[in-house]
């Protein structure tokens, strides 16, 4: 089997210490027991003007398959926002997975995250999933 992990990561902090730091994040895979699959997470933080996104992913393909990851973060300096993408794609002959994962962090304590993940194996119908989250800044999540 051929494994690719990657991990992609920025952090940027400013002023002091945050009283009331929030977290957020999702992650999403496809079916673990096939020859093919693929995983991707992300995450963020904010608190008192300090923002940070983090994240990264997998992919795993059988014998003759191909599997790629890639991942980045970034920091806006003129917004002071951080930004997190992760993809991850496998596939074989007659398999083909793939996950993509997404966030983004405000300083006002809004993290925004969304992951989804696809297998398809030929003949069959595809597997999807997905996962939503968005933590406001009062520190409500609400998951879709």
């Keep these: 089997m051929r494994n690719l992990i990657l991990l992609a990561s920025a952090l940027a902090l400013s002023g002091a210490a945050a009283a009331q730091t929030r977290t957020g994040g999702s992650s999403s ?3 673990t027991d096939r020859q093919v699959q693929a995983g ?3 995450s963020g933080t ?14 795993v ?6 599997a790629s990851t890639d991942a980045d973060a970034r920091f806006n300096t003129e917004n002071s926002t951080a930004r997190q993408r992760a993809r991850a794609m496998a596939r074989d002959d007659d398999e083909r997975a793939r996950s993509t994962t997404r966030t983004a962090v405000r300083p006002d304590g ?8 696809f297998y398809k194996e030929k003949g069959e119908r595809p ?9 406001s800044p009062d520190g ?4 879709r």
Aim: hydrophobic share 20%; proline share 2%.
């Design 110 to 117: 809004t993290i925004r995250s969304s992951s989804r993940s």
């Design 40 to 42: 991707t997470y992300g």
């Design 61 to 66: 393909a059988g014998d003759g398959g191909t």
């Design 127 to 135: 597997v999807i999933d997905r996962q939503r989250t968005v933590t």
């Design 29 to 31: 895979s496809t079916p």
């Design 46 to 59: 904010s608190g008192n003007g300090a923002v940070g996104a983090s994240g990264g992913g997998y992919a």
């Design 140 to 143: 409500t999540v609400r998951e």
